[in-house]
């Protein structure tokens, strides 16, 4: 992650204002860059090495890949972008980490998320296991969402944990 800058206050008239707003959406940055780039014009200061200035165009793609991938139910890879490098290492407990770690190296994640269905499923599954006399297991109730092919709204794999978590929630008449 990059360090912050220091910061520095400065009152714009109104329509110096607005028209940094519009050019800043116009153009999909922000206000700070528009205002950024100006100063760096005019000085003279070249944009150091590095600094694209377009933060928010690849936020806004990212959205846009997320978007997509939640509406069609599939995972869908991420598009090559020209990214700056990470100057920082990613500490061993990171959602990227933690992620990799639940599937093997390679391995594709097939399926779907349906709230509908999702819920169906861990409702009946905890009236058998109630009707029948068993200890609840949400370990059960994990394995047979995952092996219907259902995965969790982030696209992971379900787990004990998350069913846990669903029914306390969501569900707490099943307790």
Known sequence: MQRK???????????LLE????????????????????????????????????RLDLMVELLQDISNTLKHNVLQKPTGRATRPRAEKLSSNSSETQGAAQRPAGAEIS????????????????????????RYDNKAIAQALNEAGLLQSNGRPWNNDRINTVITRRMPDLK
Not at 5 to 15: G, I, K, M, V
Not at 25 to 54: C, F, H, M, W
């Open 5 to 15: 800058s220091p910061t520095f206050s400065l009152r714009l008239p109104a329509d």
């Open 19 to 54: 028209q940094t707003n519009e050019l800043a959406e116009k153009t999909n940055r922000t206000r700070t860059d528009v205002i950024t780039d100006a100063l760096r014009a005019y000085l003279g200061i070249p944009e150091p090495q590095g600094e694209s200035g377009n």
């Open 111 to 134: 399926g779907h998320y349906d709230e509908a269905e999702v819920m169906a499923t861990i409702r009946r599954m905890r009236e058998e296991q109630r009707d029948r006399g068993f």
